[in-house]
T-cell receptor, first 112, second 110 residues
């Protein structure tokens, strides 16, 4: 079954404690991206990756890091989380940037 | 860079009536315009998309129209049903990204 998986699905943490949200896809997609979703603001792209070892900043990259060492995985790293990073995060993948994006189930992050 | 504006932010229609959601974009180089539906607590899912070489596309009760000259595109849902209640997002591609509208909450009144 074609899918994008994210872990964890829910996370409550404290300010400054490093965390990683994993994302994995099994469709051999080249393009992967991370979004955050906040009420009234739609989906805002954090980082995207065109292929292995190729990543670039989206619209709201501050406070986040990513890596793309393998085609299937695209983890999102928060080195020092802050309360303004409390949000719903989605990972997505597609063949290209201008194609059907499969979304993961989402990760709800709360930073206290 | 691209800016995508979506209207209205909330739309309430009677069951059986039609609903229209409109988006405008700024980047004349944009070529791909998808529409996603997000039900409460779930992930966004693609419902229809259109590319710039096409003016209209239909899939059963859903249609999308694109006017490249005016830089706007619209989602049309006919014969609305309760299961159409959701938040709908438009997007446009620009510089290897999808830029998203802020969303429209569609409410179907029984």
């Amino acid at each position: 079954e074609a899918q994008v998986t994210q872990n964890p699905r829910y996370l409550i943490t404290v300010t400054g404690k490093k965390l990683t949200v994993t994302c994995s896809q099994n469709m051999n997609h080249e393009y992967m991206s991370w979004y955050r979703q906040d009420p009234g603001l739609g989906l805002r792209q954090i980082y995207y990756s065109m292929n292995v070892e190729v990543t670039d900043k989206g619209d709201v990259p501050e406070g986040y890091k990513v890596s793309r060492k393998e085609k299937r995985n695209f983890p999102l790293i928060l080195e020092s989380p802050s309360p303004n990073q409390t949000s719903l995060y989605f990972c997505a993948s597609s063949l290209t940037h201008s194609g059907f994006q499969f979304f993961g189930p989402g990760t709800r992050l709360t930073v206290l | 860079g691209e800016n995508v504006e979506q209207h209205p932010s909330t739309l309430s229609v009677q069951e059986g009536d039609s609903a229209v959601i409109k988006c405008t974009y700024s980047d004349s180089a944009s070529n791909y315009f998808p529409w996603y539906k997000q039900e409460l607590g779930k992930r966004p899912q693609l419902i229809i998309d259109i590319r710039s070489n096409v003016g209209e596309k239909k899939d059963q009760r859903i249609a999308v129209t694109l006017n490249k000259t005016a830089k706007h595109f619209s989602l049309h849902i006919t014969e609305t049903q309760p299961e159409d209640s959701a938040v709908y997002f438009c997007a446009g591609d620009s510089n290897y990204q999808l830029i998203w509208g802020a969303g429209t909450k569609l409410i179907i009144k029984p």
